[in-house]
């Protein structure tokens, strides 16, 4: 069984940072691939980004390929975490964060991922 949760997120001025962090126990993500997924308000969830069991990173929306940033500690299980570093900070970028698992590929599907933490908000305005 895994537990994910999420930090890092917050309010901050358009073209600001900010770093997400995944901390995952129950296992090492050596195992399993983790996925971040963004909701906005109305919204339907979307992949953002993901990086699978053997390190492979899939970015699933046009910020994400321009400027997010996933990226995986797993040195041991005190460092569990997955990052999602994201730069340039848009109004459009405002949502709640989640992080997911699933085994070993990454997928875009929200359904196809079987644990999830309990979000972040990220607030992007002036």
């Known amino acids: 069984q895994l537990q994910l949760a999420e930090s890092g997120g917050g309010l901050v001025q358009p073209g600001g940072s900010l770093r997400l962090s995944c901390s995952v126990s129950?296992?090492?993500?050596?195992?399993?691939?983790i996925g971040w997924f963004r909701q906005a308000p109305g919204k339907e969830r979307e992949g953002v980004s993901c990086?699978?069991?053997?390190?492979?990173?899939?970015?699933?929306?046009n910020a994400a390929k321009g400027r997010f940033t996933i990226s995986r500690d797993n040195g041991d299980t005190a460092k569990n975490t997955v990052y999602l570093q994201i730069n340039s900070l848009e109004p459009e970028d405002t949502a709640v964060y989640y992080c997911?698992?699933?085994?070993?590929?990454?997928?875009?599907?929200?359904?196809?991922?079987?644990?999830w933490g309990q979000g972040t908000q990220v607030t992007v305005a002036s």
């Open positions: 990086i699978g069991e053997t390190g492979e990173i899939e970015n699933y929306t």
């Open positions: 997911a698992a699933k085994v070993r590929i990454c997928s875009t599907r929200p359904y196809e991922y079987d644990w």
């Open positions: 129950g296992r090492t993500v050596d195992y399993y691939a």
